[in-house]
């Protein structure tokens, strides 16, 4: 044999030096939970090592992965019923936890990259994303919202603003209101291609915002689609998206791939929680080496082709990483 490719592999140098795809910590963003009070953390039953945070204990937890390296985080805010109602109205109080949070979060870490998620569903005592009206999901009529959210949150100090709602028009629509308020620099990083996916279930237990009735796939895509994909990234980013992304990440590597090879903006992938859940919970059953399979997925969606990852890993990955 003239060819043999072990040779490529024969020792730990040699394959360090031929290896093609690198994890680092810069790409990651962690997605962290926020809970009204002080001096708690509650574990999220579905997500092992993860929690819910009151805003001090947030603090201390950024402080640690800022520490590790880590310079991306988005936070989700997990309120009671009595915060919620048909309209999401405390989405944009500029006074509520979340925006309070985030200005003081940003107060503090001046450095970090803070992203925010715009959706109606953790305020909307519906759960769902967008107004409902007689059992459907108002486009339009949402935007109005969605909007103003993105105001208060560019106003909190968010350095990056994360559409997860799924509505026809609202990168250009938000785009629209923060210029013309004067925050311009604040970017955009739209959730383009958001499946309609059974794999965010712990993330709604996390936030109890799971649908009060029906699902979601008026809005999120359908996962037997990829022609769509296209259709979406096409008009985020002609709206003016400065970063797209694919959710879930590890079913749709090959939506990742697809983004990747057809447009030159940052692609993100969301390596949601029911992803997490089920490395945790084969490797809590002994089923699976946890550490293992983590960077293994970690790795697979950056050689699928994204740029970022948000991922319930990032601390545990940033200090395996570290130990390099
Ligand atoms: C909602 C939102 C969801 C996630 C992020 N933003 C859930 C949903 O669409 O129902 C899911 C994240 C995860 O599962 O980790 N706007």
Do not use: L
């Given at each position: 044999m003239f060819r043999r490719p072990r040779r490529n592999r024969k020792s730990a140098a040699i394959r360090a030096m031929v290896e093609e795809t690198t994890l680092s910590v810069n790409d990651f963003i962690y997605p962290v939970f926020l809970i009204e009070g002080s001096g708690k953390r509650e574990e999220i039953v579905s997500m092992p090592g993860i929690y819910r945070y009151t805003l001090d204990s947030l603090m201390d937890e950024i402080q640690e992965c800022v520490d590790l390296g880590i310079k991306g985080f988005c936070v989700f805010p997990s309120l009671g019923?009595?915060?919620?109602d048909k309209y999401a109205t405390?989405?944009?109080?500029?006074?509520s936890l979340y925006n309070t949070a985030l200005k003081q979060i940003k107060t503090k870490f001046p450095n970090i990259a803070l992203m925010t998620d715009i959706a109606m569903d953790p305020y909307s005592s519906d759960g769902h994303d967008g107004i409902v009206e007689n059992g459907e999901i108002l486009n339009d009529e949402t935007l109005d919202i969605l909007g103003k959210m993105a105001l208060a949150q560019a106003k909190a100090g968010a350095d990056i603003l994360g559409?997860?709602?799924?509505?026809?028009?609202r990168v250009g629509y938000i785009r629209d209101i923060l210029d013309k308020a004067g925050y311009t620099h604040v970017s955009i990083m739209s959730y383009t291609a958001k499946y309609a996916s059974a794999f965010y279930g712990p993330f709604r237990d996390a936030l109890d915002?799971?649908?009060?009735?029906?699902?979601k796939k008026t809005y999120q895509m359908n996962?037997?689609?990829?022609?769509e994909a296209l259709v979406e990234a096409d008009l985020d980013i002609s709206e003016g998206a400065d970063m797209i992304m694919v959710k879930p990440a590890l079913a749709y590597l090959d939506i990742i791939k697809l983004l990747k090879d057809n447009y030159n903006v940052p692609i993100t992938a969301y390596n949601v929680s029911g992803e997490y859940a089920m490395l945790k919970a084969a490797s809590e059953k002994g089923w699976l080496d946890g550490e293992k399979v983590m960077m293994e997925s970690l790795l697979s969606i950056k050689r699928a082709g994204a740029d970022i990852i948000l991922t319930y890993f990032a601390k545990e990955a940033a200090q395996i990483l570290a130990q390099k």
């Open positions: 019923d009595d915060k919620k405390e989405g944009h109080n500029p006074e559409p997860s709602d799924m509505m026809d028009g915002s799971a649908p009060k009735f029906g699902d996962p037997a689609n990829k022609n």
